[in-house]
C-alpha cells in the first residue's frame, strides 16, 4: 500500500504553541514528539527547551534562492504548501528553515552571493504566498561557501535534513540524491558508506542504486589515463591528475586493450557506436582501432586523400576531431603536417591548443604531444593552462620538441569568439593592437628558438591581414597589414628559416553572391588565403 502524505498540528499545551508537520507515519511522529527524537519543533524564542545549534535569524522572504539541484526532492507539493498557509492563518509557529550563504553561485563570478535554501522550502513558499515579509532561519555555516565547491555538500545537508523530519524523503528521492551525487563526483571522494549515513540508507542500497556510474566513471577514468599516456605523459604526472597511485596508473597502461573494437564493427556499429558504448572520447577510440597501422593505412582509414603538392584544400574540419572553437583548423591540415615533418614517436609541442585538434591528431597517428592553453578544461585533460604574460615570458615544458604546431588566433579574427574562451587578465591577442601582435610573434619565435633542438621544426599556421573591407585593393595601404610577409620577416629576424610553404586555403564558399557582387562593383579584392609556414632552427 503506498504510503500518503498528511499534515498534521500539535500544540505544546492548551493555549500554548502550535507545530505544523508533515507524516506518512502519525503514530510513530506522535512517539518522536514525545521521546524528543525530532529536532527543532519551534523557534527558539518560543521554547527555550528546543536544542537549535546555530542562533535564529529572521531574513527577508524575497532575499531566499530555492537551489534544484540542493533540493533532495523530485519537486515541491502544494498540497502541503496550502496546510502551511492556513496554519499560518491561525497563528502556528513554525520551526526554523536551514539556509546557507554562498557565492561564486550561477555566472561563476566570486562576486555573486545568494542565500540558499537547504530545508524549510514549502514552508518558505507558504510564506511568499501569504505575503509575510521574513521568516525565522538558521544558518547551517557561519561562513559563505564556494557554491561550486560545495555542491555535494550541500546537497547532502539539505537531503540528511529531510530524511529526520517534515515529509520525509521517499526511496526514489534518496535515489536521485545518491546518483545526482556520484554523477558529480567522479573521483569517488563522497563513499558509498558516507552516502549511505547521510540517507539513512544500507550502503548496499547505496551500490545498487549508483553502480552503473561508478562502472562509467572507472571507463572513463582508464580512458583518461590511457590518452595521457599515449601524449607522453609520465605516471607520475598521470597520477597527479586523475588522484590515483602510480601503481593503479602502470595497471592500467598495461592493461590497455580496455575494448574489442573489431567485434563491433563485424557487427555493422560505426565508431560514434563504440566510442559511446565504452565511454570514451571518439579520437581514443580511433586511436585504439588504428594502432600499429603505418601513416598512409590512417589516412585511408579516416578517408582523408593524402596531398602530394603544396597547396592543401580542407573545405570543412572533421567533425570527429577537435571540439568546436573559435578558428577550428582541419584534423587533416595538422596530419599532414604530421605526415612530412615528423615520424611516430617524435614530440609536438601545440603552444594555444584551443579545441584539442593536434592532440586528437598526435593521438591518431601516435605521436606524442604537449598542450597549453589560456584555460584548462575538464573535457581535455592533456591541455594544461599556461598564463602567456608579455611582461615575463616562460616557457611551459623542460623537454626540448620534435615540432613546434603554432596555430595562434588570428589578427582581429573571430575577437569576440576568443573573448568568451578568455577572461580580462588574460585577453587573446587576436585583440592586441597592430604593433604588439607583431611584438608578441618575436618575443615568441625568440624564446621558441631558445628551447628548441637543432633538428626542431616549426609549423606556423597564419593569414594575411588587410584592410581590405570597403577599400578598393589600389587604395589599400600596406603599413595598416599584416601578411604572410611579415611573418616571414620575423622568423627569420628570430632564428628560423623558412623552408616549405603550403597554401591551405579556406572555402570561398563561405561568401554570399550578394557580397562577391558588391566586391567586385568596388573591385575589393577579399582574402581567402592562409599559409602553413615551415622553419627550420639557425644557429644566431
Known sequence: MNKQPAVYILASKRNGTLYVGVTSNLVK???????????GLVVQSVNS????KNSTLLFPVSNLTWDQFIYPRGGK?????????EALAIGAQFPPIKIQRVFNYADGNETTEVTVILDGIHRWFAFKESGIKKIAAVEWKDNPLDYEENKVALLLESAQCNTSHGDRLSSSDKKRVARDIASTDPECKCTEDALAEKLGVSQQTVNAWIT????RQ??????IIIRLSRLGWTQEKISEKVELSQNRISEIIGNTNICNIDNLLTQGRDMEYIAGHYHMDLALAWALRLEGKTDQEKFKELGWGLRTWDQWNFNECDERFGDDWPGRIPAQLVAHTLFYFTKPGDLVLDPMAGGGVVTDVCLLFERKCQAFDLVSRDKRPEIERHHRDPRK???????????IFFDPPYYTKKEKEYEEKTNKGTPSISSYTKEGYERFFKDFFLLAHKNAKPTTSLAFLNA????????????????????????????SKTGWKTTHRIECPLSSERLTGN???RMQDKRILGTVGRTLLIAKKELL
Open 464 to 491: 594575411d591581414w588587410r584592410n581590405f573591407e570597403s577599400t578598393p585593393a589600389s587604395k589599400e595601404k600596406p603599413d595598416k597589414s599584416i601578411t604572410i610577409f611579415d611573418y616571414h620577416r620575423l622568423l
Open 218 to 223: 572507472k571507463t572513463n577514468r582508464n580512458s
Open 29 to 39: 511522529r506522535i512517539w518522536e514528539h514525545k521521546n524528543n527524537r525530532v529536532e
Open 393 to 403: 615570458w616562460t616557457w611551459p615544458v623542460t623537454k626540448k620538441p620534435d615540432m
Open 212 to 215: 552503473d556510474i561508478r562502472a
Open 515 to 517: 557580397q562577391v557582387q
Open 49 to 52: 527547551k528546543l536544542n537549535i
Open 77 to 85: 507539493s502544494q498540497q502541503t504548501i496550502n496546510a502551511y498557509i
